[in-house]
């Protein structure tokens, strides 16, 4: 079942166009690998979809709702995760970090204290919940980070660079997490082999448009076309 559908998405900052004509699908529970070079768009495209901000053109729907920044109830339905974790973590610990987003008036500190737990529990980190962010190791910062946008129960999670700067076991307990998650999920990087390990499908973006789409697996072996877009073969694959 369809969760996700991009039709004719296009951004321009200022002059410039950054995303032209893109179009994709994504069943629920799926995952969508977005790859390429260096200022392709991978980043824009996430976010957009989850929705701050508007495209020059297109149209973003989660479950057949428009995702625009406008649409606050819409943009409820996607969780983003950023790059770099501490853009994500400002709270004293990590539990307040986590419920920050559920803290309104009428949820009491221990009702967001135990959603925080819960999520934590989904993000393999609710052993760091009364940690201080600043005394977390990069992967525990990067499963905290992902802990505080699942705690809103998004239909779909964005991930940018979610291995990034990962020790190799750090790096392995993340793919493994995002290979379980109960959400779909896009996840946009430069890790090939992060990739070819999540599987599901793959959306190559080059010069802004989409270059090639279909099985990660697959696409991840054509050495031909990861070459013909400033891109290398996984290293799990090379022979080199």
């Known amino acids: 079942m369809e969760i996700l559908k991009v039709t004719g998405l296009s951004y ?10 893109i179009g994709f699908s994504l069943e629920r529970g799926g995952r969508l690998c977005v790859a390429g070079a260096n200022g392709s768009g991978k980043s824009t495209l996430l976010e957009l979809i989850a929705g701050c901000m508007k495209p020059s053109s297109g149209e973003i729907l989660i479950n057949g709702k428009q995702i625009s920044p406008a649409n606050n109830g819409a943009r409820r339905m996607t969780g983003m995760v950023f790059q770099d974790p501490d853009n994500q973590l400002f709270m004293p610990t990590v539990w307040e970090d986590t419920a920050f987003a559920v803290m309104r008036p009428g949820v009491s ?3 967001g204290r135990e959603l925080a737990l819960e999520a934590l529990r989904a993000a393999g980190a609710e052993h760091l919940a009364d940690r201080p962010p600043y005394r977390l190791s990069g992967g525990e910062k990067q499963r905290a980070a992902i802990a505080s946008a699942l705690i809103l129960k998004p239909e779909i999670l964005l991930l940018d660079e979610p291995t990034a700067a990962l020790d190799p076991r750090a790096r ?17 990087g430069h890790d090939l082999d992060m990739m070819l390990d999540i599987g599901g499908d793959a959306l190559f973006l080059h010069n802004g448009r989409i270059a090639a789409q279909g099985r990660a697996g697959e696409l991840l072996r054509d050495g031909a076309f990861l070459r013909s877009i400033g891109l290398e073969l996984p290293l799990g694959l090379s022979r080199d």
């Not at 321009?12 to 004509?21: F, H, I, S, W």
């Not at 997490?177 to 999920?185: D, I």
């Open 109 to 111: 500190p221990a009702e």
């Open 172 to 188: 392995r307990n993340i793919i493994a997490l995002l290979r379980g998650l109960g959400c779909a999920a896009v996840i946009a």
């Open 12 to 21: 321009r900052y200022e002059d410039a166009p950054v995303l032209r004509d």
